[in-house]
């Protein structure tokens, strides 16, 4: 995981340009942000303020969908007040947003050559950025792309696409870190890095299932980040050294990704 320069940070009010509804609950939101464009890197976050009002008080963590010249795109899935209200904003609106926070995904590695991206759910948001920035390295990606039923499968932007749903609907029947291993087999011999996105009880899963084959794993954590720079405290982690210690880190500084290796899933 690549550190990034917390002095590239800014507060800008953004202008909604589009607002695709991909389902009856999950949109892509376009944004011209021409400085976060130019700035933002495959892995990072931002905060968006989703009213002048106090409901709901804190901003709401999004990670980047895709950066298109001078505008950038995130997922929005309707769980509560504040992504409701970006759900339904119409072109014009207009956003204050932080960015970019957080650290990056390893994509400028030299040890591996072959990317498997596994995404569960609205954890498929970042991939298509990953991807892309993959593919200009000269990486060889494949895609594991999960969710609960054929209507929320979302695929926009990946190549090389294996799908599981949980009842079946659409491809493997099963979760996604289950699909994953039945394909490995595939990949003996290849120098593989494995990128995760999606809720935490499934990357716990794909987190032992890499620790266990002994492949190199990071994953990009969910969890309620109020302020995305430290302040409100809201997103704990606990992380494990080389040494065994385990200590506890807020989740908007240390990460939002994290080797396999080091996260303890246990009060996540």
């Not at 799908?163 to 099963?174: F, H, I, P, R």
């Amino acid at each position: 995981m690549a550190s990034y320069s917390s002095s590239l940070v800014r507060d800008e009010c953004l202008e909604v340009v589009d607002n695709q509804h991909l389902t009856s609950s999950i949109s892509i939101l376009s944004l011209h942000a021409p400085y976060f464009a130019s700035v933002l890197r495959a892995g990072q976050f931002l905060e968006i303020r989703t009213s002048d009002s106090f409901i709901p008080l804190l901003r709401r963590p999004f990670s980047i969908h895709r950066v298109v010249g001078e505008y950038i795109e995130i997922m929005v899935k309707v769980f509560g007040i504040g992504s409701r209200q970006l759900y339904h904003a119409r072109k014009g609106d207009r956003f204050q947003t932080l960015a970019p926070l957080g650290n990056t995904f390893s994509y400028e590695r030299d040890d591996f050559d072959v990317a498997l991206l596994v995404s569960g759910g609205i954890g498929v948001a970042p991939m298509p950025m990953l991807e892309e920035a993959l593919r200009a390295r000269g990486k060889v990606v494949y895609n594991f792309v999960g969710a609960r039923t054929a209507e929320e499968v979302i695929t926009r932007y990946l190549s090389n696409v294996f799908v599981a749903t949980d009842d079946g609907s659409l491809g493997y029947k099963g979760n996604v870190v289950a699909l994953l291993s039945e394909h490995l087999e595939q990949f003996r011999g290849a120098r593989i890095r494995v990128f995760g996105c999606g809720s935490n009880r499934m990357l716990d899963a794909l987190c032992k299932l890499c620790n266990a084959r002994h492949l190199d794993c990071e994953v990009s954590l969910e969890s309620m980040m109020g302020c995305g720079i430290g302040i409100c405290y809201g997103c704990p982690i606990r992380v494990r050294n080389a040494n065994g210690h385990v200590r506890t880190e807020l989740l908007c500084q240390y990460g939002s990704v994290v080797d396999a290796r080091t996260i303890v899933f246990d009060d996540i």
